[in-house]
């Protein structure tokens, strides 16, 4: 029965983690509309860093700060400063569910920079995924180039999606000489402290529009959207469910449309469906062969 009851927790988990990250693109899409995007990236993770740091206090032997630093700020340039300054940049350029199909491409490029640097294996089952992925890609980049004309906004996402990838790879290869929570709130205070210094050296604060659509997003961008979501993430990692996580994770791009179609205004295209069922069939079919492998 108390097996039962935990793997019930771990799947409710990994929904709410689901519909969180779902939700938070077109908030965060709404949100850049009124605060310059590495102000708006900085802020929310720097706060959300300060709110997981007190939680995490009571087990500070395990920060080793002198000794691990440079694991944190490499992880914060991979994980905040290029992957969240990126992300929040390219919002800008295309609409928030197109955006976040393009991005949520990483689980596939995740695979193919494990299997070079992490030594996973590389299977039939994974390069069908691979070539699907990419035909997804190319039908959903059809959108963005001919509709919203943004080349720009489409590198980005792609962008995002390899540093994404690549700071995974990095944590996931240093997590045993560092504690991942500690990881995960070094990483936020230090990328959104360096975000936010960029922000003020290169933005202009006087365009900032306070207003209530803005306090909301970074409301739920430092606590749901960025504090509780790494918090989830990581206990289902932990708990091994990283690849029901990695599985899954095709569901978001999808909510993250839905919503953007309702709230946004946003259009579901024909390519935009379908390439978006490409990827998240390239997703699943990746990650349910690493799935395979690693029980």
């Known amino acids: ?27 965060y899409k709404n949100g850049v509309s009124f605060m310059p995007p590495l102000l708006f990236a900085g802020v929310r993770a720097f706060i959300s860093g300060i709110i997981l740091f007190f939680i995490a206090w009571q087990n500070r032997r395990f920060l080793q700060f002198r000794k691990n630093w440079q694991y944190y700020v490499i992880s914060a340039t991979l994980n905040i400063v290029l992957y969240l300054g990126i992300q929040t ?4 350029y295309l609409p928030g569910g197109l955006f976040s199909v393009l991005v949520y491409f990483q689980p596939v490029l995740l695979g193919i920079l494990a299997w070079l640097f992490l030594g996973e294996g590389m299977t039939i089952t994974k390069i069908i995924g691979l070539i699907l992925g990419f035909v997804g890609i190319l ?14 906004g489409v590198t ?36 959104g402290s360096v975000l936010l210094l960029a922000g003020f ?10 207003n209530g659509e803005l306090i909301s997003s970074i409301i739920w961008g430092s606590t749901a959207g960025m ?24 569901i978001v791009p999808i909510i993250s449309v839905i919503i953007s179609s309702i709230f946004l205004d946003e259009n579901i295209t024909v390519n935009l469906f ?7 069939t390239s997703i699943y079919l990746v990650n349910y062969q690493r799935k395979r492998i690693t029980t």
């Open 1 to 27: 029965m108390g097996k039962e009851s935990s793997k019930l927790t771990s799947y409710v988990l990994l929904t709410l983690l689901i519909v969180i990250w779902g939700v938070s693109w077109p908030i």
């Open 89 to 92: 940049v390219g919002l800008i």
């Open 139 to 152: 039908l959903v980049s059809i959108d963005g180039l001919t509709i919203h004309l943004s080349i720009i």
């Open 156 to 191: 980005l996402a792609l962008a995002t999606a390899f540093v994404w990838a690549s700071g995974v790879v990095y944590v996931k290869k240093n997590k045993e000489r560092v504690d991942p929570y500690w990881m995960v709130v070094m990483q936020l205070i230090i990328g």
């Open 201 to 210: 050296i290169i933005e202009d604060v006087q365009l900032i529009s306070w």
């Open 227 to 250: 504090a509780i979501a790494q918090f989830l993430y990581y206990k289902l990692i932990n708990e091994g469910e990283a690849s029901k996580v990695g599985a899954f994770t095709f």
């Open 274 to 280: 379908f390439g978006m069922l490409l990827v998240g």
